[in-house]
């Protein structure tokens, strides 16, 4: 049972922004919103997460909703290597890390 | 950030042998670590959970006998496929975190294809 709704796959083109979203409508008030992406026979790799306030960092940004029950992961500027498959998680119990079924970012040249 | 090694990136074996995948925090303390399974086009299936020095939480489905999970020290965790069969030809994925706090991000290996023939 995912926490988190998001959709199946997503396009941009190279350079231009993506903003993918993510929808939490059950969050509690101590969960954090993560995000990581996994690139082809991958492990996945670490994006970005945050609790209410906006955040930033070198590879995203990520804008909370002010209800928190939805978030949306920025990337500013698309490259071919962005091109992955992107998950938002909930983290709300010590050892919960679970995964929904993402969004499939493809991006084109 | 944080390197988690997994070893092997492949493996085949043969059907009714044991496989050992290792997941080792080569710069942290894994307090916690997470192993997962993916089949083809799927999103990552939670299969455990371990705690440094604990025995793994295993989550519903999932055999404990056939997954062995060994979380020994704050650096290694295996998982071993007992009895493997073609069914169990998956990609596997581990992940470590300190502590298995929720505020701070997890680290995962490069996962474990395994086939099994």
């Known amino acids: 049972d995912a926490k988190t709704t998001q959709p199946n796959s997503m396009e941009s083109n190279e350079e231009e922004p993506v903003h993918l979203p993510c929808n939490h409508s059950t969050i509690s008030g101590t969960d954090y919103i993560h995000w990581y992406r996994q690139l082809p026979s991958q492990g996945p790799e670490y994006v970005i997460h945050?609790?209410?306030s906006n955040v930033n960092n070198r590879m995203a940004s990520m804008a909370i909703a002010e209800d928190r029950k939805s978030s949306t992961l920025i990337l500013h500027r698309a490259t071919l290597r962005d091109a992955a498959v992107y998950y938002c998680i909930l983290r709300d119990r010590l050892n919960d890390m679970r995964f929904g079924a993402g969004t499939r970012l493809t991006v084109k040249p | 950030g944080a390197v988690v090694s997994q070893h092997p990136s492949r493996v085949i074996c043969k059907s009714g042998t044991s496989v050992k995948i290792e997941c080792r925090s080569l710069?942290?303390?894994?307090?916690?670590m997470f192993w997962y399974r993916q089949f083809p086009k799927q999103s990552l299936m939670l299969m455990a959970t371990?705690?440094?020095?604990?025995?793994?939480?295993?989550e519903q489905g999932v055999e404990k006998d056939k997954f062995l999970i060994n979380h020994a020290s704050l650096t290694l965790s295996t998982l071993t496929v007992t009895s493997a069969h073609p069914e169990d030809s998956s990609f596997y994925i581990c992940?470590?975190?300190?502590?298995?706090?929720?505020?701070?991000?997890?680290?995962f290996g490069q996962g474990t294809r395994l086939t099994v023939v």
């Open positions: 710069d942290f303390q894994a307090t916690t």
């Open positions: 992940s470590a975190s300190s502590r298995g706090r929720k505020n701070t991000e997890a680290f």
């Open positions: 371990s705690n440094e020095g604990s025995k793994a939480t295993y």
């Open positions: 945050g609790l209410t």
